[in-house]
C-alpha cells in the first residue's frame, strides 16, 4: 500500500486550524496599539533611571530593578485582563465567531487559539520590554543577574497566560465588566492564598480552616510563578531548577483545566 507522506494528518489540520485563529486574534490586538505600552514601559524606566539617583544614591540599582520588573507586571497584567475578558465577547459581538463555528473549527480549537493568539502577544510585549530593560540596566552600570532575570520574566509570562486563561473563562459566561473585576480578584486572591492558608491555620477553627485550603485549592497558587523579588538578588535566592521545573508544570496544567472549562462552557452557548 503506498502512504503519501504530504497528506496532512488530522493532527496537523486541528493545529493548523488553532493557528489560524491565533494569528487572527494577534494581528486584532496589534491593530489596537497595544505595542504602544512598550513605548510607556521606556517612558518609566528612562525616567526612573535619571531620578533615582538624585533621591536614592546608593540604592538605585535595586530599586531599577525593582521598578523595571513590577512595571513588566503590571502593564501585563492591564493587558491579560483587559484584553483577555473581552476576547470571546467580542468575536461575538462583531459576529465573526458565526463564520467560525460554520466552518469544521471546534469549540476546543477557537478557545485554545484565542488564548495562544493573547500569550503571544504578551510574549511580544514581555520580551520588548525585557530588552528595553537589559539595556538600560547595562546603560546605568547596574549590577544584576542575566540569568535570574530571563527565569523571572519567563516565570511572569506563564503567569500572565494562566490569568489569561482566568480572564477567558470568566469572560465566556458573564459580561466583561464583571469578569474584569472577578479576574483581578483571582489575581489578588491567588497571590495571597499561602497567606489565607496559614490565617486559617491560627485561627483554630475548622470550619475556616476548611474554607481557607479549599480556596487554596481551586484558586491558582500565583507566588509558585511570581519571582521578581528573588530575581533582583540573583540566582541564589531562586528556587532550585526541580522546583522551577515542577511549578513551570503547575502552570502548564492550570491553564489546561482553565480552557478545558472554557471550552465546555462556550460549547453550551446559544449564538
Do not use: C
Not at 489560524?20 to 514601559?41: C, K, P, Q, T
Not at 512595571?71 to 497584567?77: D, H, N, V
Request: no cysteine.
Amino acid at each position: 500500500m503506498n502512504i503519501d507522506e504530504n497528506k496532512p494528518t488530522k493532527f496537523d489540520s486541528i493545529l493548523g486550524r488553532i493557528l489560524v485563529i491565533a494569528s487572527h486574534v494577534f494581528r486584532e490586538i496589534i491593530r489596537d496599539r497595544v505595542l504602544y505600552l512598550v513605548g510607556l514601559f521606556a517612558i518609566i524606566l528612562i525616567g526612573s533611571a535619571g531620578f533615582l539617583p538624585l533621591v536614592a544614591a546608593g540604592a538605585q540599582d535595586k530599586i531599577l530593578l525593582d521598578i523595571g520588573l513590577a512595571a513588566m507586571g503590571i502593564i501585563g497584567l492591564i493587558v491579560a485582563i483587559f484584553i483577555g475578558t473581552g476576547l470571546v465577547n467580542k468575536e461575538i459581538e462583531k459576529r465573526t465567531v458565526l463564520v467560525l463555528i460554520s466552518k469544521p473549527v471546534s469549540p476546543a480549537e477557537f478557545i485554545v487559539g484565542e488564548h495562544l493568539g493573547l500569550s503571544a502577544i504578551l510574549a511580544a510585549l514581555l520580551i520588548s520590554m525585557s530588552a528595553i530593560y537589559l539595556l538600560s540596566l547595562l546603560f546605568t552600570q547596574s549590577s544584576f543577574s542575566f540569568l535570574s532575570i530571563l527565569t523571572a520574566v519567563f516565570f511572569l509570562w506563564l503567569e500572565l497566560s494562566l490569568i489569561t486563561a482566568v480572564a477567558i473563562v470568566l469572560g465566556v459566561f458573564t459580561s466583561s465588566l464583571i469578569a474584569t473585576l472577578l479576574t483581578f480578584a483571582v489575581y489578588l486572591m491567588g497571590h495571597l492564598s499561602p497567606d489565607i492558608v496559614k490565617l486559617g491555620n491560627l485561627a483554630k477553627n475548622p470550619t475556616l480552616e476548611m474554607v481557607t485550603q479549599g480556596i487554596y485549592l481551586i484558586l491558582p497558587d500565583l507566588s509558585r510563578l511570581d519571582l521578581k523579588n528573588q530575581a533582583i538578588y540573583g540566582l541564589t535566592l531562586l528556587p532550585n531548577s526541580q522546583t522551577l521545573f515542577l511549578n513551570f508544570l503547575y502552570g502548564i496544567v492550570y491553564i489546561v483545566l482553565l480552557l478545558a472549562i472554557a471550552t465546555v462552557i462556550f460549547s453550551r452557548r446559544q449564538f
